[in-house]
């Protein structure tokens, strides 16, 4: 049976960030949990769970989708689970009352209609990460851990623009929160749609006074930062 998964997918800086770390810490420590398949720095929002609802589930998403349009969020810190069967290196992600408030809905929809692997489903209260380091670092986690305290703690402000589902871990559908749409696999890996979602985020940035993700000069300044945090 098919798994499937409900997550975003970070952009911008953020998503530079996260890579480079994932990669750095890979090579320097000699694991591979994360860089085994290509490295997509992500939030999970649900699952991985299996269904026989298909359709429902992704109706489900867009209408939920619907009901939000700016959904802020930052990466804060640096953080891990060291439970004996699970040990994971991750970013902390400080949700706003939007991300949190999208999550459990999805969470209290989706329930009833599949079955979810993840306890964390079942509650309102959600550790938002994004998994840096898992699987092999079990030998190596101790080290992980006192490398990423000499790091800089990353103060990056992103917003959720689409929510993506998986299915076998390749992208189904997203739901585009900005443009109010359901996007088919061949939609959301076009770049014209995507210049699409950004230039309509643009515009709902200048209307409300967020700041925009996108600009080149901030993500310059903020990519040397990164560089030069992690020694590149």
């Not at 000499?150 to 739901?175: A, D, F, M, S, W």
Request: aromatic share 14%; with cysteine; hydrophobic share 35%.
């Amino acid at each position: 049976m098919a798994v499937y998964l409900i997550e975003f997918r970070f952009h911008g800086y953020a998503k530079k960030y996260a890579r480079t770390l994932i990669y750095d810490i890979a090579r320097k420590f000699n694991v591979d949990g994360v860089t085994k398949k290509r490295a997509v720095p992500h939030i999970t929002l649900f699952g991985p769970f299996t269904t026989r609802n298909e359709r429902q589930v992704v109706s489900t998403v867009a209408s939920i989708g619907q009901k939000f349009g700016l959904v802020p969020f930052s990466l804060k810190d640096f953080n891990y689970f060291n439970k004996k069967t699970n040990k994971v290196i991750y970013l902390d992600i400080e949700p706003s009352h939007e991300l949190e408030e999208l999550r459990w809905e999805l969470a209290k929809n989706l329930h009833p209609i599949t079955n979810t692997r993840s306890a964390f489903d079942k509650y309102k209260k959600f550790y938002f990460h994004s998994t840096i380091a898992f699987r092999d670092i079990d030998g190596k986690f101790s080290n992980i851990v006192e490398y990423i305290k000499t790091i800089e703690k990353p103060i990056i402000k992103q917003h959720l623009l689409r929510i993506t589902i998986l299915k076998n871990g390749k992208i189904l559908y997203e739901y585009d929160l900005i443009q109010k749409r359901l996007l088919d696999r061949r939609e959301a890996r076009s770049k014209y749609y995507w210049k699409k979602t950004i230039q309509q985020f643009k515009n709902m940035c200048n209307e409300f006074e967020c700041e925009v993700e996108s600009d080149d000069n901030f993500i310059h300044s903020i990519w040397e930062k990164i560089k030069s945090a992690i020694g590149f």
